[in-house]
């Protein structure tokens, strides 16, 4: 079983930052991309920022230049820095992962699949 487990969401004022954690765990062979996305009340679920396993990284044009993303790949880690957080990034942020697992049975294989996090609540208001 592969999980992702994210942390550090929370109520911050405009203009303040916060930091956002993925960790994931479990039968992990490999990890490829790896981001975050968000879904707003009565949006749909966008992307926010991506990064590859060689530490490239793509950005949604409404977050350049106040979030920036990074991962660890000893650690299976990836967060995600926000400064100058605004009301409009309010929001339910998702942590997502591609991941190849290793599946034990009678038989073992390696699985590639795209994994999500739970879910963490960001909320910028004065």
């Known amino acids: 079983q592969v999980q992702l487990a994210e942390s550090g969401g929370g109520l911050v004022q405009p203009g303040g930052s916060l930091r956002l954690s993925c960790a994931a765990s479990g039968s992990i062979f490999s990890i490829n991309d790896m981001g975050w996305y968000r879904q707003a009340p009565g949006k749909e679920r966008e992307l926010v920022a991506v990064?590859?396993?060689?530490?490239?990284?793509n950005y949604a044009d409404s977050v350049k230049g106040r979030f920036t993303i990074s991962r660890d790949n000893a650690k299976n880690t990836v967060d995600l820095q926000m400064n100058s957080l605004r009301p409009e990034d309010t929001a339910v942020y998702y942590c997502?992962?591609?991941?190849?697992?290793?599946?034990?049975?009678?038989?073992?294989?390696?699985?590639?699949?795209?994994?999500w996090g739970q879910g963490t609540q960001v909320t910028v208001s004065s």
């Open positions: 990064i590859t396993s060689g530490g490239s990284s």
């Open positions: 997502n992962a591609d991941i190849t697992a290793m599946i034990y049975g009678g038989i073992s294989f390696r699985m590639r699949s795209t994994y």
